[in-house]
């Protein structure tokens, strides 16, 4: 990639390809602090659907100065035209395979189609006539009689294939880029918080019996000495103070359900923290009834995935 093609990516992000991809990822291994060239290597990724793209966001944060810049950034229409594009190509697609049949509506059809009209009432006139039916004579109820049951059974069809469930990892979108929208800053530093610490991962019981051990000998280790400290030093008096006390954290507390995003929530799974996912999806369903039969199917698909991992 040379300067020109640069430059012009910068000016029109949307407009990256996969080989400005594959550049963008050198410029940046060679130059890691150089911003613009992350943030276009972050639009690359997100353009394929990488699964690289949720660390890369991460790694890009982190070599960010302002990452309220980089929020506006990945939030703006420019980063996600992409999508847009890619659905109106889509509904163009559906639009020409439904079949249209041609009609003529010239002046002379309409006058044949009338006078066809008037021909087939005049034809029907005579059928019409009550004189020329009579009563049906009813025939005598046939009795004893029986179906033949074979008669009733219906032949499988031999093509038929069963479609298989969606796997929980397809239903949660796992390893799909994560989409912020502009109103979620919280999410967006909720997961930078997040990808701090390693993914939740089940320990065997021999190393939770040894981390177990270790905290015991630490523990005894320092009350012992806070005896020798008790010991040795006199009994210290405090002096009294008249303290208001105010609950400064009940002032300032915001209510959990007004942070809760679709996205965090996908965080969580992301991180394999399935507790959190499943109180995040259940106060969804509260935020958003019309949408609880999709939080329950998440809510499913969390709980089949905790069973896999267990095993």
């Not at 006078?115 to 009432?121: H, N, S, V």
């Not at 006139?125 to 020329?132: F, I, K, M, S």
Request: no cysteine.
């Amino acid at each position: 990639m040379n300067q020109k093609e640069f430059i012009y990516v910068l000016q029109n992000p949307q407009e990256v390809t996969a080989n400005h991809t594959i550049d963008l990822k050198a410029i940046t291994e060679e130059f890691p602090y150089f911003q613009s060239a992350r943030a276009l290597y972050l639009k690359g990724l997100k353009n394929k659907e990488s699964f690289k793209y949720n660390q890369e966001l991460k790694t890009t944060a982190a070599y960010t100065t302002d990452r309220s810049i980089l929020f506006d950034f990945i939030t703006s229409k420019e980063f996600l035209q992409n999508e847009i594009s890619q659905y109106i190509k889509q509904n163009s697609a559906n639009l020409k395979d439904i079949p249209v049949d041609a009609e003529d509506i010239s002046v002379n059809r309409s006058v044949s189609i009338d006078d066809a009209l008037k021909q087939q009432i005049k034809d029907t006139t005579g059928v019409l006539d009550p004189e020329l039916f009579q009563p049906k004579i009813k025939r005598a109820e046939i009795a004893n009689f029986k179906l033949d049951e074979t008669e009733l059974i219906e032949e499988t069809p031999k093509n038929e294939i069963l479609q298989e469930a969606p796997s929980p990892d397809t239903i949660l979108k796992l390893g799909k880029p994560l989409q912020f929208d502009h109103n979620e800053t919280h999410s967006f530093n909720e997961w930078l918080k997040l990808t701090r610490f390693k993914t939740i991962e089940r320990e065997t019981e021999s190393q939770s019996e040894k981390v177990s051990d270790l905290a015991t000998i630490e523990r005894e280790k320092k009350f012992n000495l806070i005896e020798k400290f008790i010991i040795k030093n006199p009994k210290l008096k405090p002096e009294k103070t008249s303290i208001k006390n105010t609950n400064l954290a009940e002032e300032q507390m915001i209510q959990p359900e007004s942070l809760m995003t679709e996205t965090l929530a996908r965080i969580y799974v992301e991180q394999k923290n399935y507790k959190k996912a499943i109180q995040s999806y259940n106060i969804l369903i509260l935020k958003y009834p019309e949408k609880s039969g999709f939080f329950a199917d998440q809510i499913k698909a969390i709980k089949k995935l905790q069973e896999q991992n267990n095993k």
